[in-house]
Structure formats: C-alpha cells, structure tokens
C-alpha cells in the first residue's frame, strides 16, 4: 500500500492560489525589507562586508565571528546595490523569496500545508525579515530536494549543496551530513541508482569531481570554524541527564517552536515525552521510503549530538534546523512513493484513534508556525526590532553625524553605526570601531562607563564636548531628558530616549558630555 500523502485536497481554483500565496509572500516580504529595523547580529554582519576593502579584508574581518565566509561574501558582493544595510536586506528577500518559490514549485505537499508553512515562524520571519544567514541553509535544502532526481546523472549539483551548506554555519553541518550520508548509502544500498548512474559514459569523471569539490569545500568550511575554536567550550560531563532533556527540549522547539523550562525537571520530561510521540510519528511516516529515513536519522542525529556536546543553540533561529531537517525529510518521502518499501501495517497509520496520525499532528505543528509567523510579522511593522535605526535617524536629523561619539556597549552601538555609517570611540577596543571585534576586544564593567569617558577625554585633550551614546543596560539611570549630573572634570547631559524597541538591549540613550574648563 502507497505511502498517503499530505497532497490529497485539491481546490477548484487551485492553480490561482499557488500563484497568489506565493506573490503575497514576496510582496509582504519586500515592504518588509525597506521597513524591518536591523539588530545588532544583523548590523554586524553588514558592517564585517562593508568594512572589507578587499577578500583578504573581508576573511580576517569575518574570522572571529565563528562563522564560515559565505554569507559575507554574499554581502560583501551586494553591498553596493544602495551602499546602505538596505542592500543587504534585499539580498536576503531575494533568496528567502528564491526558497519560497522552490518549495511551491516542486513540494509535493498540498495547498493547505504549502500557506501554512509559507506563513509559518522560520520561512515568513526568522529566515525572512530577519537578515541572517540561517536563509541560505533553507534555500540550499531545498533545492537538494528539488533535484534529488538528478542523482540518476550527476552528483556534482548536490557536492555544491553539501560544501555550501558547511560554509553557511556550524549547525548547517548536520544537513550537509545528512545529505552526504543520504547519497553515500543510496549508492551502497540501490543497486539500481548504481546501474542508472553507470549508464553515463563519463560517470567516473562525474564521480571524482563531485568528491573533490564536497571534499574541499568541507575543508575550507572546518578551516574557517577553527579559527574560533578556543571559544568552544566541550562538556565536562559526558552523561547530564538534565542536559540530554534540554536538547530533546531543542526538537521540541523544532515542532512546537516552545522549549520547555530547564529549570523545571517535569517540563523537561514532558516536553521529552511529547517529543518522542512526535518523533515515533514522523519516523512511522516517512519509513515507506528508505532515503528520506535515513536523511532524517543522520541530520537529527548530527545535530543532537552538536547540541549536547559543543552548542546547546541560542533562540528559535537555532533549533529551527531540526524544523528544517522534518519539512525536507518529508518532501523526499512523499517525492518517491513509486521508491518505496510497503509495510503491512501501513494501511492502520492514518486509521482514526491511531496515536501517530502524522498529518493531523503535523497540520497542529504548522498552524502553531503560522499563528506565531504572522504575529511576529505584524508586531515588526507595529514595534521596531531595534531603535538603532530611529536613533540614527535622529543623530542625522540634528547634525549631530560628524561629532565625536563615545559608544559602549560594541556589541549593541553597532546598529546606530551602520546606519549613520561612522567609527565610534568604543572603550571595549580603547579606539575607533563601529562592530564587536571578538578577538581585540576587552569586557567592561557596565557601571564604570562614566571612568571610560574620562579616560576618553584625557586621551584626546582637544575634544571639550562629545556626545555620549549608551545602550539600555549601559545607560545612566534615574536621568530623564535635560537633566545633568556634574563629576570632576565634565558634566553629562541627557538628551534623548530611545525605547520603542523589540529587543530591551537594543534600546539606546544619548546624552551630551561636557568638559568642565577650571
């Protein structure tokens, strides 16, 4: 018996739909890019390729980011399209729009499942209108799915999807691993793939150069991750029980987009519990077909050891690869029904009662994305992701650009930077910067910030007046516009507040500093 699929339905005005949903999203997505106010991880990207004058630049720029080169290279490539972060931004529109319209193209899901994915968490926000890297990994994937077929004739489109993926971010490898190991058993274990493949009279050319390009493309992505490998902090403990739940808790996320409170050892074990039930369901799906089993096995098991050895994830954009890994392995399972391997007890998965009713649970998952997508979505039209932008825009609309700016903290200035475009004297590099330069910088007691300036101006005695820009937890408490605090040798003036903002951190304040002549 076939493996059912989750394209069943079909609507009499379908064909309209398929266009119009499509079109909707990369509409919205592009009102998105010229309205979305970039954060700090996303200005830091553009700031690495905008201060690159060159490659080599551009390499020692990017290196202690712990990330691999090519999403900068991408900016870098773009960034003069309007010589602003807005060249970036629609860089990232055109690839998330490019996943989009792959996936509606050459998905085999059906029309409900497509909008309620397309809307969802990570294709309409996180990978979307938030300017990352994550997208490309989305983008790569599926188009591994979609030509998952032209495996019959040549391996080196998918040896470029494997060495990209390793060159996008360090928890793309588990897809990149899922891809080669899925290639590499189909080889051993279909004697026809071999038999089809082999009717190419260059195949062995074909071969050899799809190993080589993979092969050296991995290695450039590993050399690329090392250069921050002293961060890296292994675990102590090769068995925590408590830690093994909090990364089942990162599959949870996966599905559900919650993570359970590590805190709390009965929402661990629940949330552990439920994701079990999911991951049993997704496995009796998907089993029809050999491939996409062993797809989903090697890239979430890939990834759950990442997690529990090297990286926990930091935040939804990082468990989202396991959301990633489900959406793909499902795609090639319902891609090859005429591939697969019949099972007696299939006809019972879908009975009414049957505890693995996968595509009713998995319809629950995506309408939890999609309720979650959309109100983020709108939430961003209606609430800043950060006020660097309108802090900037104030900056620029009082003159005040070319004034001597001390800044702190790096981390979190860097979005007022790129957008006024301009160095600031920031006390974590005792100089000039407008990004957090991991490997130069020093940490600084947040309370000290007052001692920084003073050190500031008896660094350049020629400055009697500054302006002082602080991010939230930086800031000066207890001092409301206008007024003013007096110290040894300078006074502080505050000026304005900026806290119409998403992020807490990313709210900024400015005051004006005042040397007192004797």
Request: proline share 3%; hydrophobic share 45%; charged share 15%.
């Amino acid at each position: 018996m076939k493996l059912q699929r989750i394209n069943q339905i079909q609507l009499p005005n379908q064909s309209f739909y398929e266009i119009f949903f499509p079109i909707l999203f990369i509409i919205i997505g592009l009102f998105g890019a010229f309205n979305h106010a970039l954060w700090r991880d996303e200005m830091q990207g553009w700031l690495v390729a905008w201060q690159s004058d060159n490659l080599i630049d551009l390499w020692k720029n990017n290196a202690p980011s712990g990330h691999p080169i090519l999403w900068s290279l991408l900016i870098y490539f773009s960034k003069n399209i309007t010589g602003t972060p807005l060249s970036m931004q629609l860089m990232h529109w055109f690839l998330g729009s490019s996943a989009i319209l792959i996936f509606w193209r050459f998905s085999p899901f059906n029309l409900t499942t497509k909008v309620l994915f397309t809307f969802g968490y990570f294709p309409f926000w996180e990978y979307f209108f938030v300017c990352r890297h994550y997208v490309i990994a989305e983008l790569i994937i599926f188009i591994f799915c979609s030509i998952y077929h032209l495996r019959h004739k040549t391996y080196i489109p998918f040896a470029l999807c494997i060495g990209l993926l390793a060159n996008t971010q360090a928890l793309s490898w588990s897809l990149a691993f899922a891809v080669g190991m899925t290639l590499l058993l189909d080889w051993f274990l279909n004697p026809y793939q071999r038999k089809i493949y082999m009717t190419n009279k260059n195949w062995i050319y074909d071969l050899i150069s799809s190993i080589t390009i993979s092969f050296s493309l991995l290695c450039f992505g590993a050399f690329s991750l090392l250069q921050v490998r002293d961060s890296v902090k292994l675990l102590s403990s090769f068995i925590d029980i408590r830690h093994f739940l909090r990364v089942i808790g990162q599959i949870f996320g996966g599905y559900m987009l919650i993570i359970p409170n590590s805190s709390r050892f009965f929402d661990l074990i629940l949330c552990s519990l439920i994701t079990f039930i999911l991951l049993v369901s997704t496995i009796t799906f998907i089993k029809c077909y050999r491939m996409a089993l062993i797809y989903f096995f090697s890239g979430t098991i890939f990834l759950f050891i990442f997690n529990y050895f090297l990286f926990l994830g930091d935040g939804s954009r990082h468990y989202g690869y396991y959301f990633l890994l489900i959406i793909s392995s499902l795609w090639l399972a319902l891609s090859n029904q005429d591939q697969q391997l019949t099972s007696s007890n299939q006809r019972n998965l879908f009975s009414k009662g049957n505890l693995f009713y996968f595509p009713k649970l998995l319809t629950i998952c995506l309408t939890i994305h999609m309720a979650v997508g959309i109100h983020m979505v709108i939430n961003d039209f209606r609430l800043p992701y950060s006020s660097g932008k309108e802090t900037a825009e104030y900056i620029q609309a009082k003159g005040w650009d070319d004034s001597p700016i001390f800044a702190t903290r790096d981390v979190e200035v860097a979005t007022v930077s790129g957008y006024l475009n301009r160095e600031f004297y920031l006390p974590e590099l005792n100089g000039f910067g407008s990004y957090a330069q991991w490997a130069n910088r020093v940490t600084l007691d947040r309370n000290k910030t007052l001692d920084q300036v003073q050190v500031y101006l008896d660094k350049f005695p020629k400055v009697n007046k500054l302006l002082l820009l602080l991010s939230n937890k930086s800031s000066i408490k207890n001092l409301d516009p206008g007024e003013s605090i007096y110290l040894d040798k300078f006074k502080v003036i505050a000026d304005s507040k900026f806290e119409n903002s998403f992020h807490d951190s990313e709210m900024f304040y400015l005051y004006w500093v005042e040397r007192i002549v004797d």
